[in-house]
Structure formats: C-alpha cells, structure tokens
C-alpha cells in the first residue's frame, strides 16, 4: 500500500468536472487521506450540499487509486464543516483567474450566503469597472459578471464563507 503523502500527490491527477484546470486539491475538496492497513480512505467536502459534480470526484478518485494499483478505495463525503473558498489554494486561485474566472475577493459580507464583493476585477484585463449580469453563472456557484472596459463577459467564483 503507498503511503497517504503519496495518494495525496495522486489527488493533484484527480480535477474537477465543472472547472477543469482546478484539481481537488487546489479547491480544498480533498479533505483527508487515510491508510488503514490495506484500506485507502478519501475524505471530500462538496463545494455546496447537493453539488452535482461530487459523485463523478469519487468515482474518478476510484478509478485513479485502481490505475495506480489501489483496489480498496472508500470515499467518504463530509458536509461538516461545510466548505468555504477559504480553502481555494492559492495556485487554485491563479489557475482561476487564467482560466477566464475571477477568483473570490475576500472583502465579502460574511453574513450572507455566497456574498458578492462591492468590485470584481475582471480576469482578462485587470479592469476593476465591472458590473454584474446574472447572480447565477455557468454553475451555482459561480456569477456572471461583464467587464466595462475590455467589454468580455466572465464568471466570478462566489465567495462562500
């Protein structure tokens, strides 16, 4: 059996269906890895409860640990504590904003579920003169904003605190 430090580097091959150049890793999804005995235990914590994308994780996590020779996988999916974007990791939040999507702001109203900042930097041009479209982007967890000045549209990873 590898050693959990190993079967976490292989989560960095494990990415998520609905962003695709962020890893679990980098969304601080991947909560723990266990080795007990012969027995490999994945924890994860969705980005939200009822997260659609949450089932095909686990199963690309499974069958990832099968290709590198891991037959006894459990993942274990844990709501509490619940996630934040707080656990976005800092290359996640780079890959983000190269992507096309702004990152969260960390200047948020904490009280408030999936907070909007007061400005979101456009990802392709750095402007700070954008306005936002929808509350609802390409997913729930994302809003869809468009920049003033170069004029794109871009989707905003919502702060979730």
């Known amino acids: 059996m590898e050693s959990a430090d190993q079967i976490r580097q292989y989560m960095e091959e494990v990415f998520d269906p609905e962003v695709p150049v962020l890893t679990i890793v980098d969304l601080g999804v991947l ?16 980005t939200y409860s009822g997260c659609p994308a949450m089932k095909t994780i686990e199963d690309d996590i499974i ?34 904003k190269e992507y096309g ?40 967890c994302k809003a869809h904003y468009q920049c003033k000045t170069c004029l794109e549209p871009f989707d905003y990873f919502k702060c979730l605190k």
């Open 31 to 46: 909560r723990n890895v266990e080795v007990i005995g012969d027995k490999c235990k994945i924890t994860i914590t969705p």
């Open 63 to 96: 069958i990832l640990l099968k290709e590198k020779g891991i037959d006894n996988v459990e993942v274990e999916l844990v709501l509490a504590p619940a996630w934040t974007t707080d656990w976005l990791s800092e290359k996640g939040r780079i890959k983000l």
């Open 101 to 140: 999507i702004a990152p969260p702001e960390n200047e948020v109203d904490k009280s408030v579920l999936f907070a909007e900042p007061t400005i979101v930097p456009c990802p392709r041009c750095d402007s700070r003169d954008t306005k936002l479209i929808s509350q609802f982007g390409s997913t729930a």
